[in-house]
């Protein structure tokens, strides 16, 4: 048997959690970040390497559950993002257990990270249902934990919100994992392995419920409208850290999931679904904007970024192109670090502050440029400007989906308009201008520190590289669109000029 | 004439298999030596002969039924009234095992500074100088081993039993200890004995019904064994009509001991008034014997009515499901909160037994099917549920144990452990991954999937997400509230229950993690034998 590397990159994570419990105070910080910088190399290790990585080995054989680990193209973009996050989490949350309020300490907090970053590894890794239903739901024990440990006032009440919501997709989802694995017993051979799943011939009505139950359970991670509520709420009394791993990672694994899941497993009623979620995923797109616009707080205004882009990102899946699908999955990444980007860089100025509140800020970027410059950069970012590779995700998205439904495209393109709005108004209103003599008290002298400018390098060091070469990444992704359109069995529709015959 | 009348007097001794009954055999004699033993051993002894007598006995049987398991014999024993099957002999391990871990927490003192669970005193009146004395001279009833050990043997011939006159015999064998020992609790002895009468006074009326759907299956079939019903049902020369109505009245019957809604009313208050090793005790193992029993009544005996039972049982499981999950979201006391959520686990049960997939109904050899899935899912269950009681026996204040939930709060900060451990038990209760709890439901929901009632698994779908919340509940009481009673202390058991919750909290991940050879061994052990 060849060397587990899947099975290792998930395993180093866990087992450095775990030791976290025992190792604490400053040893218990550099193990934690160790860890995860080791973490790092194995993925990267990973995601270069060419040859095909897959493990199988039966879990329980009688009802054909098997650990089942394998990585594509979209697996490998989601584990680059996940392996770079954490640590860049773990060093912007140096200091989290010294923080007024902090229930517990810094390496309790890495630990609880490394923990997730492992389950969420393993999410991205899966190949078989019930290993994903395993980690999927395992994902919000040590997420509960981040959020109620760490954080504002009324945290406690966010991460039961957090929890009740996800839970309640996820036992949704049980449904629909007891009855894939009811379908291939019945067909004779029972197994959650999602190629033996895809190979069913279901009948339409059982596909569609199944595809209904899974599709909840993503819409709700995702998070799209009208299950959103609980992100809100959640990102405005947890840590910046925690709302990075959160939205980060934790929400890509609702769009990984529709494409891994969704898709591969239930092609025709994906198509019978397009319609409906086609509309919900605008609703998302502009719902999530004109909130941002308004929100009067800085944290709820990211989250709500964040809807908007799901929205984008479920378009790009369900137009069911090949561009757009590509699209879909460079816009998890993209999506990943620049979301990231923000909420760190936001994290810096509040916690400077004391507060999230819009209205609190006024003119930052006279006496701490660095941290409005960061913000800014981030908030470009988020807005898909030309040369930072959220531009040519979204692009590729509008795209490909224009190919399809010329309409449909057209109208979200509205929604950048949009978000360019809410970005630059809010840096207006709290960058800009002449600074307040209360900004003045909390920020002079006290900008981004040397430790927390280095967070923010590799991110959007990131973010340009793929901006201004998305190609090898491009090709990364293409493969997972491409079978997953075979796998559906839709073509790319010719290019207009061809049909017309002109 | 002289010759045929000696011939009629002849009495053959019926041939037993000693060998195969050894666990029942060894089980009574147990019982036995313990009742004697209360007139012979100095007070001030008998509690520890009577436990080394009781854990004795208990271990030798469990050792017997492994040896019977691993030979692999599985034949119908004593003429007939004992089965000796797969079901038969998972039963039997849960029951000796669960009985066991029971036992320990029966005799844990060391919390209780001394002082066990129970009465010192149960004939004298609560709050009399009589009961006080008692209580100053630390007399203990150490009757309660010989009860014990006498209900797990009713249990167990509940769970083996072969014919309806066993089964009811063992019904009686098994409830009449359990009357006794929940009216023996130390504290709050009124609400004790008021459990204790309503207890016994329902089970008597299920009881009745029992034995009266008994006798109409007997006037339908003309005999009380299981295989001959099945026959009699299949030639099928009478009318139905008294069948239908013994079916009916033998389910009730049974489906009181498991504590299905609408015949649930005692569990919360013989929960709440019970000693809590007691109340462990009963939501398990009367549980499981119950669940094996109603199993074999409708599968092997009835089996062929399966068109009538399955819609009746697949109603009750809607109604216990959800009436047990959301009436214990409003309840304050940790007991009966626990009550109302084994309630809702009976009707998690009662799904896998509504979708009745056995190998008699097209179902492959080596997939499980409702009595594989239901025999795990009471051995994930019965582990966290030992260790949940045996952790709510260890928060206390001066006065005894602490049972509201509001003095759960801000555990998770003083006592780290406890609370992850406790946490551990909640989170196999909600069926969250990872924990015997999850594939418990996982198998379970997919046995009721496979016999037709994927509509029966997304109601459980819908009552799994209202249990969760007040499992979490809990979660988020210890962990995330501030203590505002300074008086709550979670007390240091003594060394066996240390033992006892640890065994429980390892069983419970090792069921999640590492299923499958248990799932591999109870779908080996899941066919009645007829």
């Given amino acids: 048997m060849s060397f587990p590397l899947l099975t290792v990159l998930a395993a180093v994570p866990l087992i450095g959690g775990l030791a976290l419990i025992w ?235 529709m494409i891994r899941l969704c898709l591969g497993m239930f092609p025709e009623p994906s198509k019978w679904a397009t319609p409906v979620i086609l509309i919900l995923a605008l609703v998302s797109i502009f719902w999530g904007a004109l909130m941002a616009i308004g929100s009067r707080n800085l944290m709820r205004l990211i989250s709500y970024t964040s809807v908007s882009h799901f929205g984008f990102m479920v378009l790009g899946i369900f137009a069911l192109t090949t561009q757009s699908l590509s699209g879909s999955i460079f816009y998890m990444l993209n999506h990943g670090f620049s979301t990231a980007a923000l909420f760190l860089a936001v994290g810096y100025l509040v916690k400077r502050r004391g507060s999230a509140d819009i209205g609190a800020f006024g003119g930052v970027e006279k006496v701490a440029p660095v941290g409005a410059g960061l913000f800014l950069v981030a908030g470009l970012s988020t807005l898909a400007l030309p040369g930072m590779s959220s531009f040519i995700s979204e692009f590729m998205v509008m795209a490909g989906t224009w190919q399809r439904h010329p309409w449909l495209a057209a109208i979200s393109t509205l929604g950048t308009v949009l978000a360019a709005l809410y970005v630059l108004l809010a840096y207006q209103r709290t960058m800009t201008g002449p600074a307040t003599e209360v900004v003045q008290t909390h920020f002079t002298g006290r900008d981004v520190t040397g430790r927390e400018r280095l967070v923010m390098v590799p991110l959007i060091a990131l973010l340009l590289v793929f901006g201004f070469y998305p190609k090898p990444m491009l090709q990364v992704v293409e493969h997972t669109a491409k079978t997953t359109m075979a796998t559906v069995g839709m073509t790319d529709p010719a290019p207009a000029a061809v049909q017309g015959g002109k | 004439m002289t010759s045929s009348l000696l011939q009629s007097l002849e009495v053959t001794a019926p041939k037993l298999e000693y060998s195969l009954l050894a666990p029942l055999i060894i089980v009574l004699t147990g019982a036995c030596i313990g009742v004697l033993l209360e007139a012979f051993v100095p007070r001030h002894r008998r509690r520890d002969v009577q436990t080394i007598i009781a854990g004795l006995s208990m271990l030798a049987a469990l050792l017997s039924v492994a040896f019977t398991w691993a030979k692999g014999t599985r034949q119908v024993a004593a003429l007939g009234s004992v089965v000796i099957d797969g079901p038969t002999l998972a039963a039997w391990s849960g029951l000796l095992v669960f009985g066991g871990m029971a036992l320990v927490l029966f005799a844990e003192r060391r919390v209780g500074a001394g002082q066990s669970s129970f009465t010192p005193m149960a004939a004298a009146m609560p709050g009399t100088p009589l009961e006080r004395r008692a209580s100053l001279a630390r007399t203990e009833h150490t009757e309660i081993y010989p009860l014990l050990l006498l209900a797990v043997f009713g249990m167990m011939l509940f769970a083996g039993s072969g014919d309806l006159l066993t089964m009811f015999v063992a019904l009686e064998i098994f409830s009449l200890p359990l009357y006794l020992l929940s009216g023996l609790a130390r504290r709050r002895r009124l609400l004790s004995q008021e459990a204790a009468l309503k207890y016994f006074l329902l089970g008597a009326l299920s009881s009745a019904l029992f034995l009266y759907g008994a006798a109409l299956l007997y006037g339908y079939s003309g005999s009380f064994y299981f295989s001959d019903i099945d026959k009699a049902i299949s030639v099928g020369q009478q009318s139905t009509g008294m069948l239908v109505a013994g079916l009916g009245l033998v389910t009730i019957g049974l489906l009181f001991k498991i504590g299905a809604v609408p015949f649930h009313s005692w569990t919360p208050d013989v929960y709440t008034g019970a000693p809590t090793p007691v109340t462990g005790f009963m939501a ?128 998770g900060r003083k006592h780290p452990l406890f609370a992850a451990t406790m946490t551990l038990f909640l989170l196999s209760f909600a069926g969250i991954p990872l924990t015997g709890g999850f594939v418990g439901k996982l198998l379970v929901f997919g046995a009721a999937w496979r016999g037709g009632y994927a509509w029966l698994v997304a109601v459980a779908v819908l009552a799994s997400i209202i249990a969760a919340f007040f499992y979490l509940r809990l979660v988020v009481l210890m962990y995330f509230h501030e203590a505002d009673d300074e008086e709550v202390v979670v007390a240091r058991p003594g060394i066996q229950t240390i033992l006892v919750l640890a065994l429980a909290a390892v069983a419970t991940l090792v069921l999640g993690l590492y299923s499958g050879p248990f799932v591999k061994v109870l779908t080996e052990a899941s066919g009645f034998l007829r």
């Fill in chain 1, 23 to 257: 190792v604490r105070g400053a040893t218990g910080r550099l193990v934690g970040i160790g860890v995860s910088l080791l973490t790092l190399v194995l993925g990267l290790v990973a995601f270069f390497s060419s040859s095909s990585l897959s493990e199988d080995v039966t879990w329980i054989g009688s009802i054909g559950a098997h650990y089942a680990l394998g990585l594509d193209g979209m697996g490998k973009a989601m584990v680059l993002l996940t392996v770079v996050l954490v640590p860049a989490v773990l060093l912007a949350e140096w200091h989290v257990g010294e923080e007024p309020g902090a229930r517990w300490g810094t390496s309790a907090f890495f630990g609880l990270a490394l923990v997730l970053e492992s389950f969420a590894l393993l999410v991205f890794m899966a190949t078989d249902v019930l290993l994903f239903y395993l980690v999927f739901e395992a994902t919000l024990i040590p997420m509960y934990f981040l959020i109620g440990g760490w954080g504002g006032p009324r945290r406690a009440q966010a991460a039961v919100k957090f929890l009740i919501y996800s839970l309640a997709g996820g036992l949704v989802m049980l449904f629909g994992v007891i009855g894939v694995g009811v379908q291939t017993a019945q067909a004779g051979a029972p197994s959650f392995l999602i190629s033996d799943v895809a190979a069913l011939h279901l009948s339409s009505t059982t596909g569609r419920w199944l595809f209904v139950a899974f599709f909840i359970a993503f819409a709700v991670k995702a998070p799209m409208v009208p299950v959103h509520t609980w992100l809100p709420d959640t990102a405005e009394q947890a840590t910046p850290g925690s709302s990075t791993l959160l939205v980060g990672i934790l929400d890509k694994i609702g769009t990984f999931g």
């Fill in chain 2, 284 to 411: 398990v193992c009367t549980k499981l014997a119950a669940v094996v029993a109603l199993l074999r009544v409708l599968y092997a005996g009835l089996g062929a009515l399966r068109w009538d039972w399955q819609p009746l049982i697949a109603v009750i499981a809607v109604l216990t499901m959800l009436v047990g999950a959301i009436v214990a979201i409003s309840q304050s006391d940790i007991k009966r909160m626990l009550a109302y959520s084994s309630i809702a686990h009976a009707g998690f049960l009662l799904t896998a037994v509504a979708g009745a997939s056995t190998s008699g109904n097209g179902l492959g050899a080596a997939q499980v099917g409702s009595t594989g899935a239901i025999l795990f899912y009471m051995a994930a269950y019965g582990f966290a549920n030992i260790g949940a009681f045996g952790l709510v026996m260890l928060v206390r204040t001066a006065g005894g144990e602490a049972t509201t939930l509001s003095s759960w709060r801000g555990l």
